[in-house]
């Protein structure tokens, strides 16, 4: 959708700016009309006796010849020879001649073309803008930008790349599919056109798209979301196409889109035609791959909620990766890769405990300010002192949530230790529960039972019963499964008639929610051994599967 000639020529012939040059012109037209035709009416001598007689002349003024009348609010002029100007003097007041009226109406002639000219201006202004603009559209039409988007050779390997084991199969089958694409295409597979990669920021999205085309050795493009919003309509499509047939033609290669958020936001909302003309390009394109042409399409995002469905589905970005903050484990892995070549005395695991929250990017931070740290006092080994004294540092301006102290961490672990026991045993579908995640439940099927969605809420709400019933208070890290909770039960009564009466009222949300409480906390107040085992084990690895909850539990009773 590109801005051509004729269609700027028709937007200009037709926009609101001429239309509003118009109606201004016809106004001050009028104007001029109605305050010029207003002159002075020429008397005859009876008419001017008839007037003079009744008394009522409000004021004369003599101006050369002629006498000028007020009379009844309405101007006259009369000749002075046929005037008995006593008479007149005795009947009204005279002047010898009127500079105000001469004066106002020259006032009024200089503002009318002032205003004119200032209009016409304004005008001859937006006209040449306009053209200037139609310039550059015709100017970036014909610009290549084949030039432009030059390939990369990554020196990065999946051994740079720390706290994706949760991932790394995916990641190992694309690097794959890119050494070995006949392999596939002899055995009639094709290969994944895209891969979504989907997390908070700083947990390593682009080193990970780095770390395939290292390993994989073909061209890596990388490309920011950002560089394709433009703003005329189709530059940013022109872009996308001419980026393609680079890849293509460099073919196996990587492109890589970072922040693809800023051109595959959902559409209808915000409308932006370059935008929306950008991302049909993306999806136009993605869907011309010819199979296994070895050109795969890596995008990164933190706002996954915000793409378009359109550019989710199955045929564009086939595989979706969740790349979460790291856990214990991970960031012990992380830390080893960026204190390579540096001489330190430190105990890791102690080093990883103090530092939950931390995304790849803040451990790499971490580890730099803490190197500072011991230039400083003239030392070239790196203490545990020194990330210590640093930690504020690196910290500052990230979500307090997120990061716990030792008792903070505790109540956190006890709080998801509560969540991972109820789904386990109530039958709620998942695969792990982290330390800092609140959201791991499946939500995935479309026909849903009333006692699935109770035990859900049973999940809702047990970690805050838990924190009742073994640390006697409660706390603020509920916020969100509450409001899950409150959301379910008036879905389940209002939206779904799962109450005990077909026309819904406000009482039966409260009773299924005090229903299912009174049920969980009968249920954690039994299972206080396997509970704490839990939460030992979420405290001290910060993640746990549900094959290790189902150990825990059959020891327990045994």
Same mark, same amino acid.
């Given at each position: 959708?590109?801005l051509?000639?004729?269609?700027?020529?028709?937007?200009?012939?037709?926009?609101?700016?001429?239309?509003?040059?118009?109606?201004?012109?016809?106004?001050?037209?009028?104007?001029?009309?109605?305050?010029?035709?207003?002159?002075?009416?020429?008397?005859?001598?009876?008419?001017?006796?008839?007037?003079?007689?009744?008394?009522?002349?409000?004021?004369?003024?003599?101006?050369?010849?002629?006498?000028?009348?007020?009379?009844?609010?309405?101007?006259?002029?009369?000749?002075?020879?046929?005037?008995?100007?006593?008479?007149?003097?005795?009947k009204?007041?005279?002047?010898?001649?009127?500079?105000?009226?001469?004066l106002?109406?020259?006032?009024?002639?200089?503002?009318?073309?002032?205003?004119?000219?200032?209009?016409?201006?304004?005008?001859?202004?937006?006209?040449?803008?306009?053209?200037?603009?139609?310039?550059?559209?015709?100017?970036?039409?014909?610009?290549d930008?084949?030039?432009?988007?030059?390939?990369?050779?990554?020196?990065?390997?999946?051994?740079?790349?720390?706290?994706?084991?949760?991932?790394?199969?995916?990641?190992?089958?694309?690097?794959?599919?890119?050494?070995?694409?006949?392999?596939?295409?002899?055995?009639?597979?094709?290969?994944?056109?895209?891969?979504?990669?989907?997390?908070?920021?700083?947990?390593?999205?682009?080193?990970?798209?780095?770390?395939?085309?290292?390993?994989?050795?073909?061209?890596?493009?990388?490309?920011?979301?950002?560089?394709?919003?433009?703003?005329?309509?189709?530059?940013?499509?022109?872009?996308?196409?001419e980026?393609?047939?680079?890849?293509?033609?460099?073919?196996?290669?990587?492109?890589?889109?970072?922040?693809?958020?800023?051109?595959?936001?959902?559409?209808?909302?915000?409308?932006?035609?370059?935008?929306e003309?950008?991302?049909?390009?993306?999806?136009?394109?993605?869907?011309?791959?010819?199979?296994?042409?070895?050109?795969?399409?890596?995008?990164?995002?933190?706002?996954?909620?915000?793409?378009?469905?359109?550019?989710?589905?199955?045929?564009?970005?086939?595989?979706?990766?969740?790349?979460?903050?790291?856990?214990?484990?991970d960031?012990?892995?992380?830390?080893?890769?960026?204190?390579?070549?540096?001489?330190?005395?430190?105990?890791?695991?102690?080093?990883?405990?103090?530092?939950?929250?931390?995304?790849?990017?803040?451990?790499?931070?971490?580890?730099?300010?803490?190197?500072?740290?011991?230039?400083?006092?003239?030392?070239?080994?790196?203490?545990?002192?020194?990330?210590?004294?640093t930690?504020?540092?690196?910290?500052?301006?990230?979500?307090?949530?997120?990061?716990?102290?030792?008792?903070?961490?505790?109540i956190?672990?006890?709080?998801?230790?509560?969540?991972?026991?109820?789904?386990?045993?109530?039958?709620?579908?998942?695969?792990?529960?982290? !330390?800092? /995640?609140?959201?791991?439940?499946?939500?995935?099927? =479309?026909?849903? $039972? @009333?006692? %699935?969605?109770?035990?859900? &809420? #049973?999940?809702?709400?047990?970690?805050?019963?838990?924190?009742?019933?073994?640390?006697?208070?409660?706390?603020?890290?509920?916020?969100?499964?509450?409001k899950?909770?409150?959301?379910?039960?008036?879905?389940m009564?209002?939206?779904?008639?799962?109450?005990?009466?077909?026309?819904p009222?406000?009482?039966?949300?409260?009773?299924?929610?005090?229903?299912?409480?009174?049920?969980?906390?009968?249920?954690?107040?039994?299972?206080?051994?396997? !509970?704490? /085992?839990?939460?030992?084990?979420?405290?001290?690895? =910060?993640?746990? $599967? @549900?094959? %290790?909850?189902?150990?825990? &539990? #059959?020891?327990?009773?045994?």
């Amino acid at each position: 959708m590109r801005l051509k000639k004729e269609e700027i020529l028709r937007i200009f012939k037709l926009n609101k700016l001429n239309i509003t040059l118009i109606f201004l012109f016809i106004l001050i037209g009028l104007l001029s009309f109605v305050y010029f035709r207003n002159g002075p009416v020429y008397l005859n001598f009876n008419e001017y006796n008839q007037i003079l007689n009744s008394n009522k002349i409000q004021k004369a003024n003599i101006d050369g010849n002629k006498i000028y009348l007020k009379f009844d609010g309405k101007k006259y002029v009369v000749l002075k020879e046929a005037v008995n100007l006593k008479e007149l003097y005795e009947k009204t007041r005279i002047y010898q001649k009127d500079e105000t009226s001469f004066l106002s109406q020259m006032i009024v002639l200089f503002l009318i073309s002032f205003l004119f000219i200032i209009i016409l201006d304004f005008y001859l202004r937006q006209k040449k803008s306009l053209k200037t603009q139609l310039k550059k559209a015709e100017a970036n039409d014909n610009i290549d930008f084949s030039n432009s988007f030059k390939p990369a050779i990554s020196n990065v390997t999946l051994d740079d790349v720390a706290g994706i084991s949760e991932v790394k199969d995916e990641i190992v089958e694309i690097v794959d599919f890119l050494k070995n694409p006949k392999i596939y295409k002899n055995l009639g597979i094709n290969l994944p056109k895209g891969l979504l990669m989907a997390g908070p920021p700083g947990v390593g999205k682009t080193l990970i798209a780095k770390a395939i085309a290292g390993e994989a050795g073909v061209p890596f493009y990388y490309e920011s979301g950002a560089n394709f919003s433009q703003m005329y309509v189709g530059v940013g499509a022109k872009k996308v196409r001419e980026l393609f047939a680079n890849a293509k033609s460099n073919a196996p290669s990587i492109i890589f889109i970072d922040e693809i958020d800023a051109i595959g936001k959902s559409r209808g909302e915000g409308r932006n035609d370059e935008r929306e003309a950008t991302l049909n390009q993306l999806l136009t394109e993605m869907d011309g791959f010819i199979e296994n042409s070895g050109v795969i399409v890596i995008g990164a995002t933190n706002k996954i909620e915000m793409i378009d469905d359109a550019l989710l589905r199955p045929g564009r970005f086939d595989r979706r990766v969740f790349i979460s903050l790291p856990n214990y484990k991970d960031r012990i892995e992380i830390l080893k890769i960026y204190l390579r070549g540096k001489k330190f005395d430190l105990d890791l695991s102690k080093l990883s405990r103090i530092s939950v929250g931390f995304s790849g990017a803040g451990l790499a931070t971490f580890v730099n300010e803490a190197m500072i740290n011991a230039l400083k006092r003239k030392s070239e080994i790196l203490e545990f002192d020194d990330f210590v004294k640093t930690k504020n540092k690196v910290l500052f301006g990230k979500k307090k949530e997120l990061i716990l102290s030792e008792k903070e961490k505790e109540i956190q672990a006890l709080y998801q230790a509560a969540k991972a026991i109820s789904a386990y045993w109530f039958g709620v579908e998942f695969e792990k529960i982290n !330390l800092l /995640e609140d959201d791991f439940l499946k939500d995935d099927e =479309e026909i849903v $039972s @009333k006692s %699935i969605l109770e035990n859900r &809420l #049973k999940v809702y709400l047990s970690g805050v019963n838990a924190l009742k019933i073994y640390k006697n208070d409660s706390f603020n890290n509920s916020k969100s499964d509450i409001k899950k909770a409150l959301e379910l039960s008036h879905k389940m009564i209002f939206e779904y008639s799962m109450g005990e009466f077909i026309v819904p009222n406000q009482n039966e949300i409260l009773n299924i929610l005090n229903k299912n409480e009174k049920e969980i906390k009968e249920f954690l107040s039994t299972m206080q051994k396997p !509970l704490f /085992e839990i939460t030992k084990h979420l405290f001290a690895f =910060e993640t746990i $599967s @549900k094959e %290790i909850i189902r150990d825990i &539990l #059959k020891e327990n009773n045994n």
